[in-house]
């Protein structure tokens, strides 16, 4: 049998019998849409039936996606404007879910395009429907998965996403104003799909010009010879607020023709900060070398990104991405489990002294702001930025669970070392019982585990340092403090 009409199911190729002719797509009934059309229809079917319209996408149900829908059911172009990784790109590369699982083109030898079979643009498909039986124009079938092209803004040229004239053709006697003379660009051959173009304001402005002729008459221009093509492309744009809104980045009129702007964010809490860190972290948790993290250590890596966010020693106009969350967090794990390795401790327990090894996730990621850093160093900068996130997530602990009774077995007067290759072994002769109010606070077995209890030790040593109860020193990668 035929695929339904619109191939509104999905199926595979081999369980579905699909018109390969002409003929055979009109006996199916399947019936034209514009790609926008398309994917109004299909994710109102979506929404309707309470299906998740963003998979992975955290913390932006009730600010972000909600824009996104209106964007889709209007009909529009939209820009996503946000800072680095705020999930831009991966917003624009899940909105192919929303067209047909395939529809169907006029398979022609050599055509740049996939035709549609009732509407065709090019001369070439024209003359195809006009000349020749139904019976024998063959259709072929274009999947959604490549009905989406990306490109990033710096290096491209016109000739890459809209086109140039082809020398090749012109020798063979193609006159230069004629479609045959073309060669067609990125969006042209996204004809009946979605265009996406990263980081705008870095596109040169003869391509933005172009782009705008684009969106405002959907046709192609060329070196001056105007192709009229019914362009049927959904075009999405990703930028930068700090280049964005800067005099003569983007062109007004193209501003001006794109449909929605759609303003995404780092994520407003810390637990969502954490969700998104655990599911983009690639690195399993388990197997021969396990790691075990305490929430507070997760806790920990967050808020440095955001107290990094709100750093006047940070360049705040390039953002600090969640990809540095994300690498802080896998450099953190990276650290256990070596200890682990080295040390034959199952399950390895990240401590506060991993987070010495932050600097190589860290540093690439940040723009320290000159002005105001005072010739403090980029690994001073983000030394404090650390000291800052630790003391915040323990006065939190403390002011929950009380100072008295987690600092109190360190007031005894004297030093500790701790490090990232020390066993937790050595952090037993220095607590060999936790006061009760530890399993509470930590929500870890710090009682029976002594690789946790390590953990704990210097949390609570690194908090009481931060908030200035007790002095702190490093000498060859070993850090004491003194009580």
């Known amino acids: 049998m035929f695929l339904p009409i619109n191939a509104q199911k999905d199926c595979e190729m081999s369980e579905c019998t699909l018109p390969a002719t002409l003929a055979e797509l009109r006996a199916s009934g399947w019936k034209s849409r514009s790609v926008k059309q398309e994917i109004r229809e299909n994710f109102l079917q979506q929404l309707a039936s309470g299906s998740e319209l963003f998979p992975g996408m955290v913390g932006y149900e009730h600010t972000v996606i909600p824009e996104i829908s209106l964007a889709l059911l209007a009909g529009h172009d939209i820009l996503f404007l946000g800072e680095k990784g705020q999930g831009k790109s991966r917003l624009m590369r899940l909105l192919p879910r929303f067209l047909d699982p395939v529809i169907p083109y006029l398979d022609l030898p050599g ?52 086109g140039e004239i082809d020398p090749a053709a012109l020798a063979a006697g193609a006159s230069m104003s004629a479609e045959e003379a073309l060669h067609f660009g990125l969006i042209p051959r996204m ?82 900060g954490i969700r998104i860190m655990e599911q983009e972290c690639d690195i399993p948790l388990d197997g021969q070398f396990p790691v075990a993290v305490p929430w507070f250590m997760k806790q920990i890596i967050e808020e440095i990104s955001r107290r990094a966010r709100r750093s006047r020693y940070i360049d705040q106009q390039s953002g600090v991405s969640a990809r540095f969350s994300i690498a802080n967090y896998q450099t953190m ?12 401790e199952a399950p390895a327990v990240p401590r506060i002294s991993d987070l010495g090894h932050l600097y190589a996730s860290s540093l690439g990621k940040l723009e320290i702001d000159l002005m105001s850093s005072h010739q403090m160093s980029e690994k001073q900068v983000l030394d404090a930025v650390i000291s800052e996130a630790v003391k915040a997530v323990f006065e939190e602990y403390v002011e929950q ?46 009682s029976e585990n002594a690789a946790m209890r390590a953990s704990c030790v210097e949390f609570v040593l690194a908090g009481l340092h931060a908030t200035e109860r007790i002095s702190r020193s490093q000498k060859h990668g070993v850090v004491s403090y003194d009580l």
Not at 127 to 142: H, L, M, S
Not at 241 to 250: D, E, I, L, Q, W
Not at 333 to 344: N, P, Q, Y
């Open 333 to 344: 794990i990276a650290s256990a489990r070596r200890r682990g390795a080295l040390l034959g």
């Open 401 to 446: 669970h009380g100072l008295d009774e987690i600092s109190k077995i360190f007031a005894k007067g004297v030093r500790i070392e701790v490090g990232d290759l020390l066993p937790s072994s050595h952090y037993e002769t220095l607590l060999k019982r936790v006061p009760p109010v530890w399993d509470r606070a930590f929500e870890v077995n710090a």
């Open 111 to 162: 055509c740049a395009v996939h035709e549609d079979p009732w509407h065709p643009i090019t001369k070439q498909g024209k003359a195809c429907v006009a000349q020749r039986p139904e019976t024998e124009i063959p259709i072929a079938w274009w999947p959604r998965e490549q009905r989406y092209a990306e490109r990033l803004a710096p290096g491209t040229r016109f000739a890459d996403i809209i």
């Open 191 to 272: 004809h009946r799909g979605l265009f996406a173009m990263n980081e705008l304001p870095e596109l040169d402005e003869l391509v933005q010009v172009g782009l705008f002729n684009i969106l405002e008459e959907r046709d192609v221009q060329i070196r001056g010879y105007p192709i009229q093509f019914d362009l049927d492309v959904m075009i999405l744009f990703s930028a930068n607020p700090a280049t964005y809104n800067r005099s003569g980045k983007v062109i007004p009129q193209l501003k001006d023709r794109i449909g929605s702007l759609i303003q995404t964010h780092y994520p407003e809490d810390r637990d969502g």
